[in-house]
């Protein structure tokens, strides 16, 4: 008696119910692994992910080492000094006599173009055009011909043409000099010497001290790489950021050149401009935020200003993620979640008609239109499943290998689930609609789903390109993209800043081709709303498909 | 789902007719089966495939009703709970084994996975495969896939049994093997359709028959009362033996045997009126003639001469 009510207890419709759906989805799944194209199918997967990790670790993972940004670790004129440092300084990296430390010529005095005074003595340093009647000569003040300093050595070896300067011949270049026959020179350029100079009409003659040389420690190139890092304290409501940590935006004479007339270009390639982004402080970064002022909307550094941030924790991190985004993308919701549904969803129920045993599933109390759905479950129990071990797979080794402190990326996790969600409605969805073509047309259901194939395709690129383009969100992966946008800000809230970050500094992250903010947020920016929405229109979409599959199936003649 | 009619019968088929564009598979069928074993004899394209897939659901009738157990069986698939389905299909799925295979669709009927099992075992035993459960279905013979189907067919205890063709292709001892299946299910109480195109085959089964000939019902009732009327017809038997014309001589002599002849070397044709008193002088006679005999054929007593013989009947009516 006991035993009876005790049976009749378990026997309740349910789970009877619930017999019958895990025999036909134990049957699928042994189906399903009883074919060599599932395999296949599989395997290639698997080797399209063992391809990417090898991209990562090869190029990613390299990508992390230290990185000059702005180019200022060079040392062009091979003085020993970078050109960081000469920057400091105020010299150029194109003269070797100009470096840190060395000897400066500053002026005191000078006879202009159209001064009426034409002569001059005293014991100086001259720069200019005239002749000279020497007391004495720095013959040890030389330099190269185009520095304009004056070889005297050359000098005394040059005789002076014939005629008047100006009049019957002209100097050859600056740093030029020559001797008449009274022991007087023509000058041209800059020399150190005591003595009486008369200029010439129309030329100019400037006087002044070199400064004492000194000695200056070079400073190691590495010193210049990630020298002038993002000052950023994560302020938001702190609009002017930034700090010039190298000092080749605060140089105060790089301006006086400037008004000089001749220009410096700045990193970016733009004339140089301390005060870029027109917020009245030189040499800062202007964070402006978006209306709700919660989120940085743009970022505008003035020239210099933070330009060489440190790799490990922008470049990598960043790149770390564009790594993640691509391949949840391109390899997890375009490739997988497009092939697998095409090689194993398609034939669920055409197959059993095409080799003549659906008899034996439909001989039995079950409804078709349960079948189908069983079937579609038993796929999905294959495919999920091994979604799930694939994404736990790159998840865990790109987490041990990618940046950071810890041994483990515990940031990485909801992403890397969010992607194998986004994957598994992916799978349902073109699961339930081949399914349905190919109960619809036996004959033609392949050839539409290859159609179809190539318009969710061609409609996943322009997503990840732009979200916002309307067309591409008619398609199924659209949606399950937008879930991966959605997940990576929940999980990795500055990304946004990071992609920001990238553009305003110049650093070539590539997260801003893969990852845009998402679309369908219904006017909150909240990425909650837009995984909520991409999940009903998925959801829909599957059962909507399931539902057209079961009721042809219902009305389907079995010969 | 509305409980089964515990008084409706098994199968009743109310004017039903079904045709494929032009074709015509079945054609105005009206008929009720309840209990015990009933034979569908039909040759090849008489409808018995087309009106089995109709019972099964598979294929929705042109015209009339169909009910199993008070259920229509193209709308609800209720009435599967208490029907076993041997179907002419030979596919099966061979990468499983044959306790796999059936405790798998015994599940379909609700059963937990242990009772499934179970009661496989069970079925696999009746049907005398005992041994060979673990071996995949791929590495059986044609008459072991058969009797997998028909264990598959048992495994719920269903009331209602239909075989469409279970001997077609079989060896011997399988078919003897099947046959005795049948027939002790039969003897169990439960209803059993089985189709064949060998008049011999259901004749050693059973005595019900129901005769189709191009989709229509030709006969219906008790096998050897349709027997009895075309043993008064003139039948031929043919024996191959090592002396025809010896064995010729003590046949003519006796009373049932009107004519001999001899078809080719080694053969020897007798006719005669009365099929049943011929075979009971028969073998007697080889005996008395002590001859070597290689086989004894029967080439009227086959389903086309039934049929030849009741469409006569009918003409002749």
Same mark, same amino acid.
């Given at each position: 008696?006991?035993?009876?009510?005790?049976?009749?207890?378990?026997?309740?419709?349910?789970?009877?119910?619930?017999?019958?759906?895990?025999?036909?989805?134990?049957?699928?799944?042994?189906?399903?692994?009883?074919?060599?194209?599932?395999?296949?199918?599989?395997?290639?997967?698997?080797?399209?992910?063992?391809?990417?990790?090898?991209?990562?670790?090869?190029?990613?993972?390299?990508?992390?080492?230290?990185?000059?940004?702005?180019?200022?670790?060079?040392?062009?004129?091979?003085?020993?000094?970078? @050109?960081?440092?000469?920057?400091?300084?105020? %010299?150029?990296?194109?003269?070797?006599?100009?470096?840190?430390?060395?000897?400066?010529?500053?002026?005191?005095?000078?006879?202009?173009?159209?001064?009426?005074?034409?002569?001059?003595?005293?014991?100086?340093?001259?720069?200019?055009?005239?002749?000279?009647?020497?007391?004495?000569?720095?013959?040890?003040?030389?330099?190269?011909?185009?520095?304009?300093?004056?070889?005297?050595?050359?000098?005394? =070896?040059?005789?002076?043409?014939?005629?008047?300067?100006?009049?019957?011949?002209?100097?050859? *270049?600056?740093?030029?000099?020559? %001797?008449?026959?009274?022991?007087?020179?023509?000058?041209?350029?800059?020399?150190?010497?005591?003595?009486?100079?008369?200029?010439?009409?129309?030329?100019?003659?400037?006087?002044?001290?070199?400064?004492?040389?000194?000695?200056?420690?070079?400073?190691?190139?590495?010193?210049?790489?990630?020298?002038?890092?993002? /000052?950023?304290?994560?302020?938001?409501?702190?609009?002017?950021?930034?700090?010039?940590?190298?000092?080749?935006?605060?140089?105060? =004479?790089?301006?006086?050149?400037?008004? /000089?007339?001749?220009?410096?270009?700045?990193?970016?390639?733009?004339?140089?401009?301390?005060?870029?982004?027109? =917020?009245?402080?030189?040499?800062?970064?202007?964070?402006?935020?978006?209306?709700?002022?919660?989120?940085?909307?743009?970022?505008?550094?003035?020239?210099?200003?933070?330009?060489?941030?440190?790799?490990?924790?922008?470049?990598?991190?960043? !790149?770390?993620?564009?790594?993640?985004?691509?391949?949840?993308?391109?390899?997890?919701?375009?490739?997988?979640?497009?092939?697998?549904?095409?090689?194993?969803?398609?034939?669920?129920?055409?197959?059993?008609?095409?080799?003549?045993?659906?008899?034996?599933?439909?001989?039995?109390?079950?409804?078709?239109?349960?079948?189908?759905?069983?079937? @579609?479950?038993?796929?999905?129990?294959? $495919?999920?499943?091994?979604?799930?071990?694939?994404?736990?797979?790159?998840?865990?080794?790109?987490?041990?290998?990618?940046?950071?402190?810890?041994?483990?990326?515990?940031?990485?996790?909801?992403?890397?689930?969010?992607?194998?969600?986004?994957?598994?409605?992916?799978?349902?969805?073109?699961?339930?609609?081949?399914?349905?073509?190919?109960?619809?047309?036996?004959?033609?259901?392949? *050839?539409?789903?290859?159609?179809?194939?190539?318009?969710?395709?061609?409609?996943?690129?322009?997503?990840?390109?732009?979200?916002?383009?309307?067309?591409?969100?008619?398609?199924?992966?659209?949606?399950?993209?937008?879930?991966?946008?959605?997940?990576?800000?929940?999980?990795?809230?500055?990304?946004?800043?990071?992609?920001?970050?990238?553009?305003?500094?110049? @650093?070539?992250?590539?997260?801003?081709?893969?990852?845009?903010?998402?679309?369908?947020?219904?006017?909150?920016?909240?990425?909650?709303?837009?995984?909520?929405?991409?999940?009903?229109?998925?959801?829909?979409?599957?059962?909507?498909?399931?539902?057209?599959?079961?009721?042809?199936?219902? =009305?389907?003649?079995?010969? | 789902?509305? /409980?089964?009619?515990?008084?409706?019968?098994?199968?009743?088929?109310?004017?039903?007719?079904?045709? *494929?564009?032009?074709?015509?598979?079945?054609?105005?069928?009206?008929?009720?089966?309840?209990?015990?074993?009933?034979?569908?004899?039909?040759?090849? +394209?008489?409808?018995? !495939?087309?009106?089995?897939?109709?019972?099964?659901?598979?294929?929705?009738?042109?015209?009339?009703?169909?009910?199993?157990?008070?259920?229509?069986?193209?709308?609800?698939?209720?009435?599967?709970?208490?029907?076993? *389905?041997?179907?002419?299909?030979?596919?099966?799925?061979?990468?499983?084994? !044959?306790?796999?295979?059936?405790?798998?669709?015994?599940?379909?009927?609700?059963?937990?996975?242990?009772?499934?099992?179970?009661?496989?075992?069970?079925?696999?035993?009746?049907? +005398?495969?005992?041994?060979?459960?673990?071996?995949?279905?791929?590495?059986?013979?044609?008459?072991?896939?058969?009797?997998?189907?028909?264990?598959?067919?048992?495994?719920?205890?269903?009331?209602?049994?239909?075989?469409?063709?279970?001997? %077609?292709?079989?060896?011997?001892?399988?078919? $003897?093997?099947?046959?005795?299946?049948?027939?002790?299910?039969?003897?169990?109480?439960?209803?059993?359709?089985?189709?064949?195109?060998?008049?011999?085959?259901?004749?050693?089964?059973?005595?019900?028959?129901?005769?189709?000939?191009?989709?229509?019902? @030709?006969?219906?009732?008790?096998?050897?009362?349709?027997?009895?009327?075309?043993?008064? %017809?003139?039948?031929?038997?043919?024996?191959?033996?090592?002396?025809?014309?010896?064995?010729?001589?003590?046949?003519?002599?006796?009373?049932? &045997?009107?004519?001999?002849?001899?078809?080719?070397?080694?053969?020897?044709?007798?006719?005669?009126?009365?099929?049943?008193?011929?075979?009971?002088?028969?073998? !007697?006679?080889?005996?008395?003639?002590?001859?070597?005999?290689?086989?004894?054929?029967?080439? /009227?007593?086959?389903?086309?001469?039934?049929?030849?013989?009741?469409?006569?009947? &009918?003409?002749?009516?």
């Amino acid at each position: 008696m006991m035993d009876e009510k005790g049976l009749s207890l378990r026997e309740t419709v349910w789970s009877q119910l619930d017999r019958k759906a895990g025999a036909i989805i134990e049957l699928t799944i042994r189906q399903l692994r009883n074919r060599i194209s599932t395999w296949v199918v599989l395997g290639v997967g698997f080797l399209l992910m063992i391809l990417l990790l090898a991209f990562y670790v090869d190029s990613v993972r390299e990508g992390f080492e230290s990185i000059d940004n702005d180019g200022d670790s060079v040392d062009m004129d091979g003085d020993g000094y970078p @050109l960081g440092q000469e920057i400091k300084y105020g %010299h150029s990296d194109w003269d070797s006599n100009q470096f840190p430390g060395s000897s400066e010529f500053i002026q005191v005095s000078a006879i202009g173009y159209n001064d009426q005074v034409r002569a001059i003595s005293g014991n100086y340093t001259w720069s200019g055009a005239g002749t000279l009647n020497p007391i004495w000569i720095d013959s040890n003040y030389v330099g190269q011909q185009w520095s304009g300093i004056i070889n005297w050595f050359d000098v005394d =070896n040059t005789s002076c043409p014939l005629g008047t300067v100006y009049e019957d011949w002209w100097p050859q *270049y600056f740093g030029y000099g020559c %001797h008449y026959e009274n022991n007087e020179y023509f000058v041209y350029g800059k020399f150190t010497a005591s003595g009486e100079i008369v200029v010439p009409d129309g030329s100019e003659m400037l006087w002044g001290y070199n400064t004492e040389l000194f000695y200056v420690e070079p400073d190691p190139k590495s010193m210049y790489i990630n020298e002038d890092d993002i /000052d950023w304290n994560g302020i938001l409501l702190q609009k002017s950021q930034g700090f010039d940590d190298d000092g080749d935006c605060l140089r105060y =004479n790089w301006i006086l050149d400037s008004e /000089d007339g001749s220009f410096y270009y700045d990193n970016d390639g733009e004339p140089f401009d301390n005060d870029k982004n027109d =917020n009245g402080i030189i040499c800062d970064v202007l964070w402006l935020l978006d209306d709700d002022l919660d989120e940085i909307e743009s970022i505008e550094p003035d020239s210099n200003v933070d330009e060489d941030p440190d790799d490990e924790r922008y470049m990598g991190e960043s !790149s770390h993620r564009t790594f993640i985004i691509g391949v949840g993308k391109m390899a997890f919701v375009i490739m997988i979640g497009l092939f697998l549904p095409l090689f194993l969803a398609l034939g669920l129920v055409r197959d059993e008609t095409e080799n003549g045993t659906l008899h034996y599933l439909l001989s039995k109390p079950i409804h078709r239109g349960e079948f189908i759905l069983y079937r @579609l479950l038993g796929y999905l129990a294959v $495919t999920g499943s091994y979604v799930f071990m694939l994404s736990l797979f790159v998840g865990i080794l790109t987490a041990i290998l990618g940046p950071g402190e810890g041994i483990i990326r515990l940031s990485d996790i909801p992403v890397w689930l969010g992607i194998g969600f986004a994957t598994f409605l992916v799978l349902a969805a073109y699961g339930a609609l081949f399914n349905t073509l190919g109960l619809i047309s036996p004959k033609y259901g392949v *050839y539409i789903s290859i159609v179809f194939g190539v318009w969710e395709f061609v409609m996943g690129i322009l997503t990840i390109a732009n979200p916002n383009w309307t067309l591409s969100a008619i398609s199924i992966n659209h949606w399950a993209l937008q879930i991966i946008d959605s997940v990576v800000l929940l999980a990795w809230p500055d990304t946004l800043q990071l992609q920001q970050m990238a553009s305003a500094f110049n @650093l070539d992250t590539g997260l801003d081709i893969f990852w845009k903010p998402p679309a369908h947020t219904l006017g909150t920016a909240n990425p909650t709303v837009a995984i909520l929405v991409s999940i009903f229109v998925l959801s829909t979409f599957t059962i909507l498909m399931l539902g057209i599959g079961q009721s042809v199936f219902k =009305n389907r003649e079995i010969m | 789902m509305s /409980d089964l009619n515990k008084k409706a019968p098994s199968i009743l088929l109310e004017g039903v007719s079904k045709w *494929y564009g032009e074709v015509i598979g079945i054609n105005d069928i009206s008929l009720a089966i309840e209990g015990g074993v009933t034979g569908i004899l039909g040759s090849n +394209g008489a409808g018995k !495939s087309t009106l089995f897939k109709l019972l099964m659901g598979r294929l929705k009738p042109s015209q009339g009703t169909i009910r199993l157990f008070g259920i229509d069986p193209w709308k609800s698939t209720a009435p599967y709970r208490r029907i076993g *389905y041997v179907s002419e299909s030979e596919r099966m799925y061979d990468w499983m084994t !044959s306790l796999d295979f059936i405790s798998t669709l015994a599940r379909l009927h609700g059963m937990s996975r242990e009772e499934a099992i179970k009661r496989s075992k069970h079925v696999l035993d009746f049907v +005398g495969l005992e041994d060979v459960h673990h071996k995949k279905i791929g590495k059986y013979s044609k008459g072991m896939r058969q009797r997998v189907k028909i264990a598959h067919a048992l495994v719920h205890d269903p009331d209602l049994i239909i075989l469409d063709e279970p001997l %077609h292709g079989c060896d011997p001892i399988a078919r $003897t093997s099947i046959m005795n299946v049948v027939r002790e299910l039969g003897s169990q109480g439960k209803t059993v359709l089985i189709s064949s195109h060998i008049l011999e085959e259901i004749e050693r089964i059973t005595e019900q028959i129901v005769i189709l000939h191009n989709g229509k019902l @030709l006969a219906i009732g008790n096998l050897h009362a349709i027997r009895d009327l075309l043993d008064q %017809h003139p039948h031929r038997i043919l024996i191959k033996c090592e002396n025809p014309r010896d064995l010729a001589k003590l046949f003519i002599t006796s009373g049932p &045997i009107y004519g001999v002849r001899f078809p080719d070397v080694g053969q020897l044709e007798i006719q005669t009126n009365n099929l049943s008193a011929a075979h009971d002088i028969i073998p !007697s006679t080889l005996v008395e003639s002590g001859q070597k005999i290689t086989s004894i054929e029967n080439p /009227d007593d086959n389903l086309d001469s039934l049929i030849g013989y009741l469409l006569g009947g &009918i003409n002749d009516g």
